[in-house]
């Protein structure tokens, strides 16, 4: 097992245009999470899935991001007419539940979004 | 709602002096925090993590944190810093589930330098 993989690493695009993101977790996590990380900030949260539910979205997510996990493996993020403010690292992770305690998330390495 | 301050947006030590970079947390119940650290073009890589058991927690690479309660503190220390410490830092809340169902909490970084 290789870990979270995430594809592409760069994805650079005219405002407008639509991207599609791609997700691996590894192979046993039923839980997999969308992150966005831009400049000189942490990671923020965008939305989360057990299995192949879509459990909570962010109010970040605005109407042009959409996520999907259709067999509960790996997932694509899309977003619709680009904006420069989406310029940012999108990153994905995935973690495995046991009942009530915290496990350990692992993260890929991002797909860096450019919007020109 | 939890959030977390890193009081520090850059720390700059000399190889072989200790490392101190500070954290406070505020939390309506008691926390799970973690430390996570960044290299660059790399995924994030869970450095150590506290919940509830242990308030003095050791992880990776010779790095360990206390979790004070009175101080809503969790400072992450290592007592000899070395030169592939350099990289960004992220403290990191989640709730008693994890943050609201499981997603973390980022702080907005701290930039370690380590000089020769």
């Known amino acids: 097992d290789t870990g979270v993989s995430q594809d592409p690493r760069h994805k650079i695009t005219k405002r407008g245009q639509n991207v599609t993101f791609r997700c691996d977790p590894i192979s046993e996590h039923n839980r997999l999470y969308w992150y966005r990380q831009t400049l000189g900030q942490g990671p923020e949260f965008l939305t989360y899935?057990?299995?192949?539910?879509?459990?909570?979205k962010s109010r970040l997510l605005s109407d042009r991001f959409s996520a999907e996990r259709p067999k509960g493996s790996f997932s694509t993020l899309e977003i619709q007419r680009t904006e420069q403010g989406d310029s940012a690292m999108y990153l994905c992770?995935?973690?495995?539940?046991?009942?009530?305690?915290?496990?350990?998330?692992?993260f890929g390495p991002g797909t860096r979004l450019t919007v020109l | 709602a939890q959030s977390v301050t890193q009081l520090d947006s850059h720390v700059s030590v000399s190889e072989g002096t200790p490392v101190l970079l500070r954290c406070n947390y505020s939390s309506s119940y008691s926390p799970s925090l973690f430390w996570y650290v960044q290299h660059p073009n790399k995924g994030l890589q869970l450095l150590l993590k506290y919940t509830s058991a242990a308030t003095l927690v050791k992880g990776i690479n010779g790095f360990e944190a206390e979790f004070k309660k009175s101080e809503t503190s969790f400072h992450l220390t290592k007592p000899s810093a070395h030169m592939s410490d350099a990289a960004e830092y992220f403290c990191?809340?989640?709730?008693?589930?994890?943050?609201?169902?499981?997603?973390?909490?980022f702080g907005k970084g701290t930039k370690l330098s380590v000089k020769p």
């Open positions: 899935f057990q299995n192949e539910a879509q459990l909570e």
């Open positions: 990191v809340v989640s709730g008693p589930l994890g943050g609201s169902q499981g997603n973390l909490i």
């Open positions: 992770a995935s973690s495995v539940t046991a009942g009530r305690s915290y496990n350990e998330q692992f």
